[in-house]
């Protein structure tokens, strides 16, 4: 375990010089407080968990320090917002601070998001709100600790400097990391502006630092698309299976290696409901949640477009048909390991889509509901959730096919109860509960974000005290309009 200050960099991105990046220095917050930090994101970079108390932490999560070997700099891409391609994007409010090397050789950007205005600031002020960034830090660990791709979260610093949003908040910075900041966008940026030398450039570096098995392969940049739809694939598998909603699908918003990116008004569901839409400025739905398995496929669809210089189209399609395949194997192996099923069988699909309609329409709590399938004896876990359901015919008959499938199982009960418990969260990561957490940020008051950090990041083991962040969610909570202003 290293202290605070001897982190050593390696900045691969920053050496690609000035047409992929700018430099631009932080601009501090005032009187920095560090709001809560992840001992399992600090262990990443080989730093010990104390390094959290050190003072050095805020100062640089602030914008007053910075790392000796760091050298910040704004990344330049775009993207399609809303299904419209906006031709200038850009980190507009984060800078990549530079790429931390950890014992074990991993390359960890370090992003520090909300650090003032840059190049590609357009109209905003650089910043970001204690709010988002108490949502962004939250989600990252507990999106992890589901299983779920994601980039991490390191720090949040709080400070006094007032920003403007809707209202008048707090600015704060968010200290992110992930093994690339690289986005669907920085790709169509070099394509619609016609550079594609240099988007060829980005291809071949992108491939040797995260994609190397794809130089073994005679089409390189093909089986590069191919990766990044499969592992695209997979992580909106885990999505729909664990009832994440990301609410801004934008293609500057998709990471070139698959991990979920860039949060904003995200849910999870409360009670189930395929049709729901987190983002409260999203008025035709393009974001619903049932929309992110077609949505993520337009988004590989504007990613291969922008791959044409490089690789034929006749390839780029081929490997389009794979997604649907690849997402439904996925997502049907989590839902069946849901329902407690080691095996795998035709009919399994039935099953969970009829449950799902079952669910639609009801007031069945999406998490509580498998948590409580899993105990023992099932009979009675089913007749307890079984209050739950509007139309009740159709469950009992759902109830007894589930039966009939469980017993091709075999097994003992508590063996089940363990496997269910094992990949169905009894913590979920509630809008209410970040709302809660946040409003004692705000004045201060940064337990209630630890305490809710520390449970979130063990999302399935019971923990003794903690029973009140896995209740039902009260009405009020069930509809709060989140701001996708950040
Ligand atoms: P987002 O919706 O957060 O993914 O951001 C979309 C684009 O707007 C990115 O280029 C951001 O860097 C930029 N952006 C968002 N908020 C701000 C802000 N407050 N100031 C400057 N740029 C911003
Ligand atoms: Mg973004």
Same mark, same amino acid.
């Given at each position: 375990m290293k202290p605070l200050? /001897?982190?050593?960099?390696?900045?691969?991105?920053?050496?690609?010089?000035?047409?992929?990046?700018?430099?631009?220095?932080?601009?501090?917050?005032?009187?920095?407080k560090l709001v809560v930090a992840s001992p399992e994101a600090l262990t990443l970079l080989n730093l010990d968990p104390s390094v959290a108390e050190d003072p050095r932490l805020a100062q640089i999560g602030a914008g007053h320090a910075?790392?000796? /070997? %760091?050298?910040?700099? %704004?990344?330049?891409y775009s993207g399609h917002q809303f299904g419209v391609y906006n031709p200038r994007l850009g980190d507009g409010r984060g800078l990549l601070l530079g790429e931390v090397v950890n014992d074990a050789g991993e390359h960890w950007d370090l992003h520090l998001k909300g650090a003032g205005s840059?190049?590609?600031?357009?109209?905003?002020?650089?910043?970001?709100?204690?709010?988002?960034s108490i949502r962004e830090f939250l989600a990252s660990e507990h999106l992890h600790a589901l299983g779920i791709p994601t980039s991490r979260a390191l720090c949040v610093t709080a400070s006094s400097t007032s920003v403007y949003r809707e209202r008048r908040e707090r600015g704060a910075m968010l200290i992110r990391l992930a093994q690339s900041h690289v986005r669907f966008g920085h790709f169509e940026y070099f394509y619609y502006t016609r550079q594609h030398d240099a988007l060829r450039e980005l291809v071949d570096q992108v491939i040797?630092?995260?994609?190397?098995?794809?130089?073994?392969?005679?089409?390189?940049y093909g089986s590069f698309f191919r990766q990044v739809l499969e592992r695209t694939a997979a992580m909106i %598998?885990?999505?729909?299976?664990?009832?994440?909603?990301?609410?801004v699908m934008n293609t500057d918003n998709m990471s070139i290696l698959g991990i979920t990116f860039d949060f904003g008004p995200y849910a999870f569901l409360d009670d189930f409901d395929a049709r729901f839409i987190c983002n409260h400025s999203d008025d035709t739905?393009?974001?619903?949640? /049932?929309?992110?398995v077609p949505i993520a496929h337009w988004n590989l669809a504007a990613l291969a477009q922008a791959l044409t210089p490089l690789v034929q189209v006749e390839a780029l399609r081929a490997s389009m048909e794979l997604f649907l395949p690849i997402y439904e194997a996925e997502w049907l192996d989590l839902m069946r390991r849901r329902l407690g099923f080691a095996s795998a069988r035709d009919e399994d699909k039935t099953l969970v889509q009829r449950l799902l309609r079952l669910m639609q329409g009801s007031a069945v709590d999406y998490t509580r509901f498998?948590?409580?399938?899993?105990?023992s004896p099932a009979d009675e876990a089913l007749r307890r959730l079984r209050e739950d359901f509007v139309n009740l015919p159709g469950f009992d008959a759902w109830a007894a096919d589930y039966r009939a499938r469980l017993a091709l199982e075999g097994g003992d009960p508590a063996g089940r109860r363990a496997r269910m418990h094992a990949v169905n969260p009894k913590?979920?990561?509630?809008?209410?509960?970040?709302?809660?957490?946040?409003?004692?940020?705000?004045?201060?008051?940064f337990g209630p974000v630890r305490e809710l950090h520390r449970v979130l990041a063990h999302p399935f083991d019971e923990q003794p005290g903690m029973q009140r962040y896995a209740e039902r969610p009260p009405e009020w909570g069930k509809h709060l309009e989140i701001s996708c202003s950040s």
């Open positions: 200050d /001897e982190l050593s960099f390696d900045n691969r991105f920053a050496r690609l010089g000035d047409t992929y990046s700018t430099a631009v220095l932080p601009q501090p917050l005032d009187e920095p910075l790392w000796a /070997e %760091a050298e910040p700099r %704004a990344m330049v840059t190049p590609y600031s357009r109209m905003g002020d650089g910043r970001a709100v204690l709010r988002s040797g630092w995260h994609y190397p098995d794809c130089l073994e392969h005679p089409e390189p %598998a885990r999505w729909q299976a664990y009832g994440f909603c990301h609410g739905g393009r974001y619903a949640f /049932e929309n992110q498998f948590r409580e399938l899993g105990d913590y979920i990561l509630r809008n209410y509960l970040a709302q809660q957490a946040i409003e004692a940020a705000e004045q201060d008051n």
